[in-house]
């Protein structure tokens, strides 16, 4: 097994507590406390804390870009829709919530390069949804009431809010609503 670099580590650790407590919610001293180093150290590999946060976002988007692309987007599109839904489903529940959900709340406190990032890391959300509902509406009986891209955002759009809610309610109802949005314009089977 590899053992994690200081910088690995820290971007490890500022991906929880991004989740966990947003941007404002976590200082160089937490994350210090967390790897065991000094906030000098820290301050070594990220001068400043929008420069953790942009490396932190840009390895949650790699990660999650890798998760979807693994889709294979011949099989039939309810069955897509149900793996890209699977991972976002498994965070319902955790005291962890979407990293680019809990920034979008304290937007303002976050440097362009990093807001930018962020909106890279939704499009490419509805890119991929996009392409699902392309590749759906041959199959479907009707036409969707709006076109795939207004569609992906749409669906997008739900299931943020759908994550957001299930954790201020505490119930994955929120969210499997969302979800059941996305699963029920799909042709089934």
Known sequence: MKTQSVREQLIEHTLVLIRRRGFNGFSYRDL????????????????S???????????????TYERIRAIDTK???????????EPIRQGVGTDQACLVGMLSAEVLSLSEPVRAT???????HEHWLTGLFERAQPLRDTPYPVPPAQLAEVAYGALQSGLVTARLFGTRER????AALLVGVMPQP
Do not use: C, N, W
């Open 32 to 47: 210090a406390e967390l790897v065991g180093v000094k906030t000098s150290s820290i301050h070594y590999y990220f001068p």
């Open 175 to 178: 969210l499997e609503a969302a």
């Open 49 to 63: 804390k929008d420069d953790l946060v942009l490396e932190a976002v840009r390895e949650y988007s790699a990660r």
């Open 75 to 85: 099989l039939p599109p309810a069955e897509q829709a149900r793996q890209y839904l």
């Open 118 to 124: 962020m909106r890279d890391y939704v499009h490419m």
